[in-house]
């Protein structure tokens, strides 16, 4: 595999890494002080699926509803100690807190815009990629063997520090989880209330738009984009477009087949284009199981539909060329 390098504007900041680096190790006994209530008291709700497939707009929008508490680009400096950021956020942000509005800084209102899946805006949803990091032994590869997972990683860790921090903002935690796309079933086997919701895209639509990404955050459609997936080596010996229509195909596989090991109330199928037409739907799809765990039950004020644009627009490959890739794997 060709050596990943960043384009200037994606290029991450070395004394940003530093500097959270050591401010986490330093928390992490702190941390540790607030690990005093991991009961599963809270649903945690996990969004899964391809990349590029509207799991940025689809969080965005589930953080916006106020439904759930959610990782976010201030909680996202803590992925050491994100009990103690839960907290500090919590003295900066929360209206419980707020002294002579002291401090209203942080209190952005989170819009529907991201790039590469980033965000913007002190409480926007963050990935919270480096949290789960700590607990997945991931090395080459963004998957492990459910058996060997089960052995080497802190599955039990990553269990009891999200109940803690649900039970901090008293409300159902929602994350993206796509690093987990296929060990869908061994975090499942962590959480009797759990949710599991799978963004699926127009395959075609959704490959060009992994081609674009791999444009703008490496400068070319060459290098491969997002988790390493189990079919990462192979897929990359390929022209990008099959290489896209593979990953695309593959983890789309990988979660069809997680979902058949989960119950009816565990699992919920989220189609991109008909939740830009009627997000409500889509609430009251997620608020239902909610509702039955007894944890309450909101009334929707969102948005009423998104714009969807499933236009081509790429010049090194048409429509039928890439339908036609993506048929190869089906």
């Known amino acids: 595999m060709k050596p990943i390098k960043r384009t200037s504007e994606y290029r991450r900041i070395s004394a940003l890494e ?31 699926g391809p990349p590029r497939s509207g799991t940025t707009l689809f969080m ?24 103690v950021g839960a907290r500090i956020q919590q003295l900066l942000t929360d209206p419980r807190y707020n002294f002579r509005d002291e401090i209203l800084d942080f209190n952005s209102e989170i819009n529907f815009s991201s790039d590469n899946g980033k965000t913007k805006g002190a409480l926007a949803p963050n990935e919270f990629w480096y949290f789960w990091r700590r607990f997945l032994p991931f090395e080459q590869l963004d998957y492990m063997p459910p058996d060997e997972l089960r052995s080497k990683g802190n599955l039990t860790g990553l269990r009891d520090e999200f109940n803690a921090l649900a039970n901090i903002f008293e409300k159902p935690f929602a994350m993206k989880a796509m690093i987990m796309n296929q060990n869908i079933t061994e975090l499942a086997e962590q959480f009797e209330k759990a949710l599991f919701v799978w963004i699926r895209r127009d395959p075609v639509f959704n490959m060009q738009s992994v081609l674009e ?13 997002s988790f390493k997936i189990k079919e990462c080596s192979a897929l990359n010996n390929l022209n990008p477009l099959e290489s896209v229509a593979g990953q695309i195909s593959a983890i789309n596989k990988s979660i069809e087949s997680g979902f058949e090991t989960l119950p009816k109330h565990k699992k919920i199928i ?20 909610l509702v ?39």
């Open 60 to 83: 965005q929008w589930l953080a916006n509803t106020g439904l759930v508490a959610y990782p976010t680009n201030l909680l996202s400096r803590f992925f050491g100690a994100p009990l």
């Open 18 to 48: 530093t500097l959270l680096q050591d401010l986490n190790y330093n928390l992490a006994s702190a941390n540790d002080a607030y690990l005093t209530d991991t009961s599963e008291q809270f649903s945690k709700i996990f969004i899964v």
């Open 270 to 289: 989220v189609e991109y284009e008909g939740f830009c037409l009627d997000p409500e739907y889509y609430f009251n799809e997620i608020v239902s199981p």
């Open 292 to 330: 039955e765990r007894n944890e309450f039950k909101p009334i929707y004020t969102g948005k009423t539909e998104f714009l969807s644009s499933e236009s081509w627009r790429l010049e090194e490959y048409s429509h039928e060329e890439a339908k036609a890739a993506y048929e190869k794997f089906e």
């Open 213 to 225: 990404a791999r444009k703008r955050q490496y400068g070319d459609i060459d290098t491969w984009y």
